[in-house]
């Protein structure tokens, strides 16, 4: 009948009990807020809170959501249905003081039927309260998150998620489209009804439709089977994203009682160990980014343009696939990767019965797993981006007996209710064996504590014992033990994922020659090494890194410390301000990172080289963290200055055997290619400001170059926006990024300072960040220092008309840019193009 946008007219606050309220608590004030919603992004951060350097110094809370709306008395008789596709987390939903529904999983999409509890011709009060506290080992957030839709259905109705499409039988000449449709009643007699099935592209002409009488009881449900053919079908792919269009519509009596419509893709998936994975009959290999939940500056709200942008700039740099890391993804971001190209493996839990923090999902999963794998499949079944499934993450359970019947009960309810695609796990083998690990540990401790490496993190988690055994990572994985270990695992699922596991790939090759492997996530540092295996074995099909882009908490995971100041912090953490793990080939902004461009020259997608160089301020410093996370400290700039005449190291990247360096056209060095590293050329300068220019050559003939120009002494502001007009609803923002530069466009990348960013007209300012690792700064008070001379101004419309942004830095003319907002290109009650009324 309908689907809103129920977003709209919220407000939040931190929830105090009557009962507190009754021993002296003060009840804070209710704030006005728009979904998708971060309660805790703009929290004060402190270095004693709960978790600490895990989820960034964020504090915990508990926080309460409501919202009043009219229903009128026409309601009456009609169904009404709350859509959230995420609440973080222990949601609890009431209306009108009554409980109408609850979801303790922070990540799967939930309905909750609210028509018991209207009053009609009345106003309606729907509240949510959620919290978070301790039970996740990075920034999580807490609100309503994701969007919220109110749905409404007439008495004979399509089910919610009751129509399906598949297609399962396609080549060249035809598709076989089959529509199946769940029809209740809910009245009091029985209906005689028509079902129509219309099928579209994605510009509206129809292609065919079917049509199928049938007589549903009163209180009954059943369930209408169409089948269709369309000629000459458009596949999706990543390269091609084709879409079509199914219309389902209900008729009794002439009269429409429900339509739904749904967005999917033709698109075929094979996977086996001989010809690796092969989409719509055509060899693919995963080039794949591991994804966190957060959107930087905007905390966890998933607000659609931001899930958009990411996708966008994933897809910019090479990639072709993201894992969501380690929850089912929203769908706004599915909508992005199914309209943009880009493969998804989706993500169902990161703990299952064992916990990995105090008060986490794993509390819940033996009451909840089964509602929240089909949860995650519902919100799944239309997006042609899904390949496949993962049921979970580094799982300790994984190298026991039941961790194997775990698994197996896990496939089974995935493949009973969607056959059409693989199932995997990532799993770690070091984990796996984690008991054996922890039981060497102590016994070498209590053999000899001297043993132990000095530089070695402690009281960091898994993280930190995975830094401490690096080296011996690889041969842990490889080891009999694992392989006996996790081979009941492994063998339950159509795909083997595995976690920092290359060791694995060949000798797998030998043991289990039917295996199919993929790299479900892998340290950044060896790219070069991985990829070279995953190119040359067929059985591996993939890599993904941890991680595409840059996120809040597990500080410092990829942050290079030096011997001078590692003592601020413990383990892999610098401590308190750290804000990020900065480990992302993307920056929490979305900037490109030198390691990005080293991915896309060993991937073969670029073949001009890049320049990246080492700050003059650290040469010669020691090194005293550097997990396998952590990049080279470089930055691509060539303004250092201040440090003219002192001696600064460079790489190039490139895919050629020489590099030449030249300064102002002189010719510096021409040194070898992969003496260091693959893909690496490095130089010892010493630094002068000018132009600096490297060439790649291959077989003697030049085949790309790259310049860095040193900027000038004046500063100027500059501002980009990544598009001039946006719509006037919940998912559109403004993305803007703010530099400072010279006359000539140059980013001056030292000397950060503040900037102050003011938002007039149609629109608010709702995050401002910067892509700085180590900070206490705020994201919502309109005041930040730049980092490496950038920042990022995230800009929601409010209303059509005009958005004038202003921007001030001490010693730089204010500049003022302005942003058009048109109205929603579809206003009201609308249909979804993700298979809901």
């Known amino acids: 009948m309908s689907r809103e946008d129920f977003n709209q007219n919220w407000s939040y606050r931190r929830k105090v009990t009557p009962f507190q309220e009754l021993g002296g608590s003060q009840v804070p004030a209710w704030t006005p807020v728009t979904l998708p919603h971060d309660a805790l992004i703009e929290a004060d951060r402190h270095p004693d809170v709960p978790g600490g350097h895990t989820n960034g110094y964020f504090p915990d809370g508990a926080f309460e959501y409501r919202k009043t709306f009219p229903v009128p008395e026409d309601e009456r008789g009609t169904l009404a249905y709350l859509e959230f596709d995420g609440v973080y987390r222990d949601a609890v939903v009431t209306v009108n003081g009554a409980l109408a529904g609850r979801h303790p999983y922070g990540y799967s999409r939930f309905v909750v039927r609210i028509d018991p509890f209207l009053r009609f011709d009345a106003e309606n009060e729907v509240t949510v309260a959620c919290r978070s506290h301790l039970d996740s080992r990075w920034y999580t957030g807490c609100g309503i998150y994701r969007d919220v839709h109110l749905i409404r259905k007439n008495p004979v109705h399509l089910a919610v998620d009751g129509v399906r499409v598949t297609t399962?039988?396609?080549?060249?000449?035809?598709?076989?489209?089959?529509?199946?449709?769940?029809?209740?009643?809910?009245?009091?007699?029985?209906?005689?009804?028509?079902v129509e099935a219309t099928l579209t592209g994605e510009a509206g002409a129809e292609i065919t439709r079917a049509t199928t009488p049938m007589t549903v009881l009163p209180g009954g449900s059943d369930t209408a089977r169409l089948r269709m053919l369309i000629q000459r079908p458009r596949r999706?792919?990543?390269?091609?994203?084709?879409?079509?269009?199914?219309?389902?519509?209900?008729?009794?009596?002439?009269?429409?009682?429900?339509?739904?419509?749904?967005?999917?893709?033709?698109?075929?998936?094979?996977?086996?160990?001989?010809?690796g994975l092969r989409i719509n009959g055509n060899p693919v290999k995963l080039r794949g980014?591991?994804?966190?939940?957060?959107?930087?500056?905007?905390?966890?709200?998933?607000?659609?343009?931001?899930?958009?942008?990411?996708?966008?700039?994933?897809?910019a740099a090479g990639f072709n696939a993201v894992r969501s890391s380690h929850h089912p993804a929203g769908s706004s971001l599915l909508d992005a990767c199914d309209r943009l190209g880009m493969y998804v493996i989706d993500e169902a839990f990161d703990m299952w019965i064992q916990g990995k923090s105090d008060f986490d999902?794993?509390?819940?999963?033996?009451?909840?797993?089964?509602?929240?794998?089909?949860?995650?499949?519902?919100?799944?079944?239309?997006?042609?981006?899904?390949?496949a499934y993962s049921i979970g993450n580094e799982n300790p359970e994984t190298g026991t007996p039941d961790g194997g019947r775990w698994t197996r009960r896990m496939v089974r309810v995935l493949r009973d209710l969607d056959p059409t695609r693989p199932v995997t796990n990532g799993i770690n083998g070091f984990v796996s064996a984690l008991d054996l690990v922890l039981d060497g540990m102590r016994q070498q401790r209590t053999a000899s504590t001297e043993s132990a490496p000095t530089d070695a993190p402690t009281g960091a988690g898994v993280n930190g014992m995975m830094h401490q055994f690096s080296e011996l990572m690889g041969q842990i994985t490889a080891s009999p033990a694992v392989t006996e270990r996790t081979q009941e695992s492994f063998a339950a699922l159509d795909i083997a994922g595995?976690?920092?596991?290359?060791?694995?790939?060949?000798?797998?090759?030998?043991?289990?020659?039917?295996?199919?492997?993929?790299?479900?996530?892998?340290?950044?540092?060896?790219?070069?090494?991985?990829?070279?295996?995953?190119?040359?074995?067929?059985?591996?099909?993939?890599?993904?890194?941890?991680?595409?882009?840059?996120?809040?908490?597990?500080?410092?995971?990829?942050?290079?410390?030096?011997?001078d100041t590692a003592?601020?912090?413990?383990?892999?953490?610098?401590?308190?301000?750290?804000?990020?793990?900065?480990?992302?080939?993307?920056?929490?902004?979305?900037?490109?990172?030198?390691?990005?461009?080293?991915?896309?020259?060993v991937f073969g997608l670029r073949t001009?080289?890049?320049?990246?160089?080492?700050?003059?301020?650290?040469?010669?410093?020691?090194?005293?963290?550097?997990?396998?996370?952590?990049?080279?400290?470089?930055?691509?700039?060539?303004?250092?200055?201040?440090?003219?005449?002192?001696?600064?190291?460079?790489?190039?990247?490139?895919?050629?055997?020489?590099?030449?360096?030249?300064?102002?056209?002189?010719?510096?060095?021409?040194?070898?290619?992969?003496?260091?590293?693959?893909?690496?050329?490095?130089?010892?300068?010493?630094?002068?400001?000018?132009?600096?220019?490297?060439?790649?050559?291959r077989s003697g003939e030049p085949i790309g170059r790259t310049v860095l120009t040193s900027a000038g002494p004046e500063s100027r502001l500059a501002l980009t926006s990544d598009r001039d007009v946006v719509r006037a609803d919940t998912a559109d923002l403004a993305f803007i990024e703010i530099a400072v530069t010279d006359d000539a466009g140059v980013v001056q990348t030292g000397g950060e300072r503040e900037i102050r960013v003011r938002v007039d007209g149609a629109g608010e300012l709702q995050g401002l960040g910067s892509a700085a690792p180590v900070t206490a700064e705020n994201f919502g008070t309109g005041r930040r220092h730049t980092f490496e001379g950038r920042a990022l101004a995230i800009v929601r419309p409010t209303a059509p008309g005009k958005i004038t942004v202003t921007v001030e830095a001490d010693a730089c003319t204010p500049v003022t840019m302005t942003v058009g907002v048109v109205p929603p290109a579809v206003a009201g009650r609308c249909s979804s193009s993700r298979g809901r009324p």
């Open 361 to 387: 999902y794993s509390a819940d999963f033996p009451q909840w797993w089964e509602r929240d794998l089909a949860a995650m499949v519902a919100k799944d079944f239309h997006h042609p981006s899904v390949l």
């Open 236 to 275: 999706w792919s990543a390269e091609t994203p084709h879409r079509y269009i199914a219309r389902v519509a209900v008729s009794s009596g002439g009269r429409r009682s429900d339509e739904v419509e749904v967005s999917f893709g033709i698109r075929t998936v094979q996977v086996d160990s001989r010809r």
């Open 608 to 697: 001009d080289p890049w320049i990246a160089v080492q700050p003059p301020r650290n040469h010669g410093r020691t090194i005293a963290v550097a997990t396998p996370w952590a990049w080279s400290d470089t930055v691509a700039s060539w303004s250092w200055p201040g440090h003219e005449g002192d001696p600064v190291h460079v790489e190039v990247y490139a895919d050629g055997d020489e590099v030449e360096l030249l300064l102002d056209g002189e010719v510096l060095a021409r040194n070898l290619i992969g003496t260091e590293r693959a893909f690496r050329a490095d130089f010892e300068l010493t630094y002068r400001p000018g132009e600096l220019t490297a060439v790649a050559y």
């Open 289 to 315: 980014a591991c994804l966190h939940a957060d959107n930087g500056p905007l905390g966890a709200a998933a607000i659609g343009r931001a899930e958009e942008r990411k996708i966008e700039l994933l897809k």
């Open 168 to 194: 399962p039988d396609v080549d060249d000449e035809f598709a076989l489209v089959e529509v199946t449709a769940q029809v209740d009643n809910a009245g009091t007699v029985a209906a005689a009804i028509t």
């Open 567 to 601: 003592n601020e912090g413990t383990g892999f953490s610098p401590g308190y301000p750290g804000l990020t793990a900065n480990c992302g080939d993307l920056d929490l902004t979305g900037h490109r990172r030198p390691v990005s461009y080293y991915r896309e020259i």
């Open 498 to 563: 595995m976690n920092y596991g290359e060791s694995r790939y060949e000798l797998d090759e030998k043991l289990f020659p039917d295996r199919v492997v993929l790299g479900t996530e892998t340290w950044p540092t060896v790219i070069d090494r991985n990829w070279a295996l995953v190119q040359r074995l067929p059985h591996v099909i993939g890599d993904f890194t941890w991680t595409g882009l840059d996120y809040l908490g597990e500080t410092g995971i990829g942050l290079i410390r030096y011997a």
